[in-house]
């Protein structure tokens, strides 16, 4: 049986992943994903409206035209985790293959309400929830297993394909974190298991091989909101707070001290009240009791105008907009655009890195300064990542010892950096490690 993989999205940028591979005449597609700052480009874009060969054209979902000429048919579709660099372009996409949709529980209900949302194209797939430890059998031939990891959303796995002629594992995206806030470590004993069962290739994110050392535990990031937000106990000025929507262990750390400093956490933005909603209904989080959270744009004016009200002193806001995104909850209280007012000392802290292209470094720094033209001080990088270091990489490659490793989930300076470094450790670039731009076929030997 011929093993092939073709990379699809996220060879060339940061985004819009997606990946295939070829067992025989069986496909196996393994994520979905936009890349959103193509998008924000285009202002004028509304996805839910946009055809699939438009968003093609402007480089805001994978080409996937490129699989017409691959000779076999796609048995499954695959999503590790439930981030929109995954799973943004499943609506676009998924139709035009006859599979089903296979991710993790609450990725899968992500995923679900992605497809609802569609205005353009009918989503028939079948979406199936497979949780981590278990195995779902696509064909005789194919065997998909999840294993569980730490990512910076909950309930992430690593899918794992056994073929007939080895493991193929993809691993876009992963951390390990041994001591995290919510969930197990990652199945360590598992993936050591693998390594001796035979990795046949190892598929895995380039996006901070650069990166020296271990990436930091979320236990880490807990203890810096923690030391700044409780420092500010008895303090009468605001205290506002800006992270991902969809990195549930962060928000639940933010809103715990928040109660814990006698303030009301208020979730606020039309993400962050999905993210939170889904986890908390699906029982992976319990936030405390006097949360609460709203999406709808005129239901955070008037919960704003409240607090105004009622003294900023008693809430603490956790709000969208750390990118500096145009119209986002952060973006328009920097503009002065909403009830809520920033005065001289209130508190503004970025719980969230800035994700490394042009615009959004540009957009938040236009942000950082509207605020400080307030008198709001800034707190910055209280953060940890959700990717793995170079020596997280080392560790992972020496517990499976794959065969052959596909630096992804990077542009091409990365994946030359993973290919170096895998030199390192005695791989040989275009032998058994093989850097690939979008559209590149590769066929295992």
Do not use: W
């Not at 000429?69 to 139709?95: M, R, W, Y």
């Not at 956790?318 to 500096?324: A, D, E, P, S």
């Not at 809520?340 to 942000?367: C, E, H, T, W």
């Not at 170096?420 to 690939?436: I, S």
């Amino acid at each position: 049986m011929e093993i092939e993989i073709i990379a699809v999205g996220g060879y060339d940028e940061v985004g819009r992943n997606m990946t295939a591979v070829r067992c025989g005449k069986e496909i196996v597609i393994f994520d979905m994903g936009l890349r959103l700052d193509q998008l924000m480009i285009h202002e004028d874009a509304e996805v839910d409206e946009m055809h699939s060969l438009d968003l093609i054209k402007i480089k805001a979902i994978p080409d996937d035209t490129v699989l017409q000429n691959v000779e076999g048919t796609v048995k499954a579709i695959v999503c590790s985790h439930g981030h929109l660099d995954h799973i943004g372009a499943i609506p676009k996409l998924a139709h035009r293959y006859k599979a089903p949709i296979i991710a993790t529980p609450y990725a899968t209900e992500l995923i679900r309400q992605q497809i609802s949302g569609e205005k353009k194209f009918g989503v028939g797939n079948r979406l199936f929830a497979l949780s981590a430890g278990q195995k779902y059998t696509i064909s005789p031939n194919i065997v998909l297993e999840f294993v569980h990891t730490q990512h910076s959303i909950i309930d992430t796995v690593t899918p794992v394909l056994h073929t007939p002629h080895g493991a193929i594992v993809y691993a876009c995206d992963f951390k390990f974190d041994r001591t995290p806030v919510i969930g197990k470590p990652p199945d360590f004993a598992r993936f050591r298991q693998l390594g001796k069962e035979g990795v046949l290739a190892l598929i895995v994110e380039s996006t901070y091989i650069h990166r020296p050392g271990r990436c930091p535990s979320e236990r880490i990031a807990r203890d810096l909101v923690r030391d700044v937000i409780t420092s500010f106990e008895d303090d009468k000025s605001s205290i506002l707070v800006s992270t991902f929507s969809s990195h549930i262990s962060r928000v639940k750390t933010i809103a715990e001290c928040a109660h814990e400093i006698g303030r009301r956490p208020v979730f606020l933005g039309r993400s962050m009240q999905k993210y939170s909603t889904t986890a908390e209904q699906m029982k992976f989080v319990s936030f405390p009791p006097t949360a609460s959270v709203f999406g709808d744009r005129r239901t955070v004016d008037r919960v704003m105008r409240r607090m105004m009200k009622e003294g900023k002193e008693k809430f603490l806001p956790i709000v969208t907009g750390h990118q500096g995104e145009p119209g986002s909850i952060l973006t328009r209280i920097a503009h002065g655009d909403t009830p809520y007012q920033l005065n001289k000392g209130d508190k503004v802290l970025f719980s969230a890195n800035v994700i490394p292209n042009p615009m959004n470094y540009g957009q938040r720094y236009v942000v950082e300064q509207l605020l400080k033209k307030t008198g709001a001080r800034v707190f910055e990088d209280l953060h940890v990542s959700g990717h793995a270091y170079r020596e997280d990489h080392y560790e992972f490659i020496q517990m499976l010892q794959p065969q052959h490793i596909i630096p992804a989930h990077a542009d091409l300076k990365m994946t030359a950096g993973y290919a170096e470094f895998a030199g390192d450790l005695g791989y040989t670039v275009n032998k058994d490690v093989h850097p690939m731009r979008n559209g590149q076929r590769l066929r295992l030997k």
